[in-house]
C-alpha cells in the first residue's frame, strides 16, 4: 500500500519514540525534533508508510549516533514477554482448536508492541481477541493448507516481545508436518526482532531463522538479501506479522497471510477494518 | 499545563485536519503539508499546546486563503447535535440527578468532536459516560455550589456541535437560579464554536453569550477582550469544556471547574488520568 499524507504527522511520531527512547531532556529532545522536521519534506506519496519511516529513522539514527535507539526496550520486551510464556502454553492446553488458538495468541504479541509496559494491557488484548476474534477471518484457509503439512513455510516476524507469542503458532506449524522458515531483520529499526532476539527467546531452537538482509521496515525486496528472496520465491505459505509488513509486502506479487492489529486509520482503511480491530486476511 | 515535545507530531495533524477539510487532492494536501512543516521549527516548549497550535493553524489559514477551514464541518456538526436534543430530553426525564445526569451528557458531547460522523460513536459515548462515570468526580462540588443559586456562573464552551450538549447543563444552571454566561471564541479556530453556532443551536435563547474576544485556541489573557476578562474575574464559578481549554486556563490564577474527555497523552498525564477517561475536576 502507498503512504498518505495522514501518515506525515507520525513519521514525526516515530521519530519522536525513537528520540525519547535514549534521551529523556525535554528540551534536548525538542533540538532534536526539530532537526528532523525539515527532513519530513522528503516524504514521498509513491513510497509506503514503511519505507517513509525508514528514511526519516534512519536520520534520526545519525542525529542520535546511534543505529539501535530501541536496544534496551527490546530487550525489555523479551523479558516481560517471556514471561506470558506459562499463560500461553495454558491457553494451548485449555484448545480443543490448537492453531486456531496458537494464530490468536499470535496477534496478541502484535498488539503490545511498544506499549509493553503494563500486564494488564496484555490481559485486556487476550480478552479482547477471545471475545470478539478476528473480523477479517482467513484463518480457517491458513489451517486447511497447515494442516495438509508438507509445506514450507514463510513466517515473517515483527517486534521483539511479539516474537515470544509467535513461538506457539511456530510450534503448532511444524506439529502439523510443515517447514517453518522465520524472518527477523537485518538490521535494527524500530523495535523489530533481530536475529540476538530470536536467539533471546529460542526461537533459533523451533526452527531455521533467517534475516531480510535490510534493515527497512517492513520488507522492501530492492533492499533483501538473495537468501531471503529465495525463502520468499519458494515458499509455499507465507504468514506476515504486522502493520511494517503489511504496508510492504502488499506492493509485491505474492498472496500473504496478514495477522495483525489495525494499529491506525490509514492501515485500517486499506484493510477496510476500523482502528483497533484484528484480522488474519489473506491478500 | 504547557507543551511538551510529544506534541509537536500533533500540531501537524491538525494542520492535516484543517487541511483536508477543504481540500481533498492528495497531491495538493502533500504540497501544503510541506510548506506547514518548517514552521513546527517555531513551536515552543514554553508554551501551551493550545497557543502553539493556534500559531501552526493561522499559517494554514493563510496557506489555504481562508480564514475558516472548518467552517462547513461545524455546520454540520451542529446538525447532526441537534438531531439528539430528543435523546437528551429523555435522559433528563428519566434522571433523578438533573444536574448530575446534565453534567454527564456535557462530556458527552465533548467525545463527539470533529469525528462526528457516526451516530453509533455518539451512542457509545452516552453508555461509557453513564457505565464508567467520571474517572475523576468533583461533579458533587460542583451541584453543591451551583444549587445554592444566585450564583454567575461562567461557562467557557467548546466546539460546534457541543455545544448542543451544553444546552442541557445551561438550561439546569439555570433552573437552580443562577445566571449562565456561555463564552464562545471571538474568530474562527479549528472547530471551535463561534456567536454564528450559539445562535445556530439557540443557546442565545437560553443565557447570554459572549465571546473571547479572540481567535485563540482555549483562553489566552492577553489576547482576550476586556469583557471577557471581567466576565472571567466577576464569575463565581467557571466551567470549562474540552482540551484547549484546560491547556490554557490552567496557566490562570482561577479555580476552575474542567469538563472533558482527555484525548491525548499530555492532557491525560496532566490530569493524572488516562487516554479516553471523562473527567469533571476542579482545578
Not at 224 to 237: H, K, L, Q, V
Amino acid at each position: 500500500m502507498k503512504a498518505t499524507t495522514e501518515c506525515i504527522p507520525c513519521y514525526l511520531k516515530q521519530a519522536h519514540s525513537a528520540i525519547t527512547a535514549i534521551i529523556s531532556d525535554e528540551a534536548e529532545v525538542d533540538r532534536l525534533m526539530k532537526r528532523i522536521v525539515p527532513h519530513l519534506s522528503g516524504t514521498r506519496l509513491q513510497l509506503t508508510p514503511a519505507e517513509n519511516s525508514t528514511v526519516i529513522l534512519k536520520q534520526v539514527n545519525k542525529l542520535l549516533n546511534t543505529d539501535d535507539p530501541f536496544y534496551r526496550q527490546k530487550r525489555q520486551c523479551n523479558r516481560v514477554a517471556l514471561q506470558w510464556e506459562g499463560e500461553l502454553d495454558s491457553y494451548m492446553g485449555r484448545s480443543s482448536d490448537r492453531l486456531k488458538t496458537a494464530i490468536k495468541l499470535s496477534v496478541v504479541g502484535n498488539v503490545i508492541d511498544l506499549g509493553i509496559k503494563e500486564r494488564v494491557d496484555i490481559k485486556a488484548s487476550f480478552e479482547a481477541i477471545f471475545a470478539d476474534g478476528f473480523v477479517l477471518d482467513d484463518s480457517y484457509r491458513l489451517i486447511e493448507r497447515v494442516q495438509e503439512g508438507r509445506k514450507k513455510i514463510l513466517f515473517i516476524g515483527d517486534n521483539a516481545g511479539e516474537i515470544v507469542f509467535d513461538k506457539v503458532l511456530v510450534r503448532e506449524l511444524i506439529r502439523c508436518e510443515n517447514e517453518v522458515v522465520y524472518v527477523v531483520k537485518g538490521g535494527p529499526i524500530l523495535n523489530d526482532a533481530l536475529i540476538e532476539d530470536a536467539r533471546e527467546v529460542e526461537m533459533d531452537r523451533l526452527c531455521r531463522v533467517i534475516d531480510t538482509g535490510s534493515d527497512w521496515v517492513g520488507v522492501v525486496e530492492k533492499y533483501s538479501s538473495p537468501e531471503f528472496m529465495r525463502a520468499y520465491r519458494e515458499a509455499d505459505i507465507i504468514v506476515s506479522k504486522g502493520q511494517g509488513n503489511y504496508e510492504t509486502l502488499t506492493e509485491m506479487n505474492r498472496k500473504v497471510f496478514h495477522i495483525l492489529k489495525a494499529k491506525c486509520d490509514v492501515v485500517a482503511r486499506a484493510l477496510g477494518v476500523r482502528r483497533g480491530e484484528m484480522v488474519c486476511q489473506l491478500e
